[in-house]
């Protein structure tokens, strides 16, 4: 095992592979507090990728209810209690030591407990294992939206006083695909070396002409987004959409594009990006990328369970009304900030924020042109600025405001449908 930097845990940790990073990284961020859980997404993505035979119950892109809801079933719940059991057989805690002061380098603090890589059991010494893992069974497979818009109750704690936003009856929308992680499990642990990390975007894909469908990668994956196709005795996985992504569909006119399932967002809850990334695999200072500025500026955009250590590039802003015990353990301590700072966001942020789902085109960077002063009280102002994105080649692709502006059909046309 090498010794690698994850910047998510602050910390150098063990991975099977030596360092080696793309020029630029595939990211998302999803803003959790806007989802309706219509599923747009999820069978936009279907209706483009996993429409063929034996792929029936492959959903590259879902949306499940949390917290009782999970595809395949329990996918957290399982990997969380492996864990937690190898923590406690090697007498360890998962804890976060999280310092005052917030630095780009260890932005959520130190996770003092083991990744999947290092609490993998004993076996890893017979080559079995690279990563703490497991097969979801069919029944797991087979029910995509168990548990959906089932609540939880706080029933014992009603005689307790809660302070609004945070709700005591609650459940929230986790929008899921493959995070494109910086230390892949699945890449990890395939013996064949079927699944690489594109050079140019960080995509991660499955070459399946060198796939046996050993499923190392299914076991392996904490998010399970890797899966087996029976029929071809192969797995297959989310793609990044990248000919989109390189610039080849037609209505992109050569430039990226974003994926599937983030162009088809009814919510406008999602943003999808590149990021530059140096060397040792942190991320190239640059505040006018929108990604960049959300995950690395603001830090209001979290990653998933980055106690795994794989490194997820999808980012989530965490709801504001659950309870922040739970999010912290899916999201790390950097909830509480997040929660705050999108609950009353700078004049920039609240800018950057209007650009989610405004255009097709990967907007790689933003400019700010101020407005007046339409709100303010003792917490908070708001403006109505503009806000304008570019794409790679500098050609300005969306300009919006911050207002939202309001159009009054004319009295010579019919108001009813």
């Known amino acids: 095992m090498a010794e690698v930097y994850n910047w998510q845990i602050g910390r150098k940790m063990e991975y099977p592979y030596e360092e080696k990073h793309p020029k630029f990284q595939f990211a998302a961020v ?5 989802c309706i859980g219509c599923q747009t997404c999820t069978m936009a993505c279907k209706a483009t990728w996993t429409f063929s035979d034996g792929q029936e119950y492959m959903w590259w892109n879902n949306v499940e209810t949390k917290p009782y809801g999970g595809y395949p079933q329990h996918w957290d719940i399982k990997i969380l209690q ?23 380098d260890t932005p959520y603090g130190k996770y003092e407990g083991m990744t999947i890589f290092e609490a993998v059991p004993s076996y890893r010494k017979d080559g079995h294992n690279v990563a703490l893992g497991y097969i979801p069974s069919d029944k797991e497979w087979r029910y995509p939206n168990y548990g959906e818009d089932v609540p939880y109750s706080f029933t014992r704690e009603f005689i307790k006083e809660t302070d609004l936003p945070e709700h005591k009856v609650w459940f929230f929308y986790l929008q899921r695909i493959c995070n494109h992680c910086s230390y892949p499990a699945c890449l990890a642990a395939c013996p064949r ?24 990668c ?10 087996y196709r029976g029929n071809t005795k192969v797995s297959e996985k989310c793609i990044g959409c990248y000919p989109r992504i390189e610039g080849d569909d037609p209505l992109s006119e050569g430039e990226p594009m974003e994926t599937r399932c983030v162009t088809s967002c009814v919510g406008k809850i999602r943003l999808q990006g590149l990021v530059e990334i140096n060397q040792d695999g942190s991320w190239k200072e640059d505040e006018s ?9 603001e830090k209001v955009a979290l990653p998933l369970y980055p106690q795994f250590g794989t490194g997820p590039n999808v980012y989530y802003i965490p709801p504001r009304w659950v309870p922040k015990e739970y999010l912290r353990q899916m999201f790390g301590p950097g909830v509480d900030d997040a929660i705050e700072k999108y609950s009353y966001p700078s004049r920039k942020l609240l800018a950057v924020l ?6 097709q085109k990967i907007i790689f ?10 709100f303010e009280n003792e917490k908070w102002a708001m403006y109505n600025d503009t806000v304008i994105g570019y794409s790679k080649n500098g050609k300005e692709i969306v300009r919006t405001t911050v207002e939202e502006p309001f159009f009054i059909r004319d009295l010579k046309h019919y108001n009813s449908i």
């Open 354 to 359: 209007q650009l989610f789902r405004t255009t």
């Open 365 to 374: 960077k933003y400019e700010i042109k101020e407005g007046e002063k339409i």
């Open 218 to 227: 299914v076991e392996a994956c904490p998010y399970k987004k890797a899966m």
């Open 82 to 104: 492996l864990l937690h059991d190898e923590h406690q057989k090697a007498g360890k805690e998962m804890v976060w030591n999280k310092n005052g002061k917030s630095q780009n």
């Open 289 to 297: 990328n929108p990604i960049y500025y959300l995950v690395k500026v």
């Open 30 to 34: 999803f803003n959790i507090n806007r």
């Open 193 to 216: 070396k079927a699944i690489y990390k594109r050079e140019e975007d960080g995509i991660v894909l499955i070459d399946q002409k060198r796939c046996r469908g050993y499923q190392k």
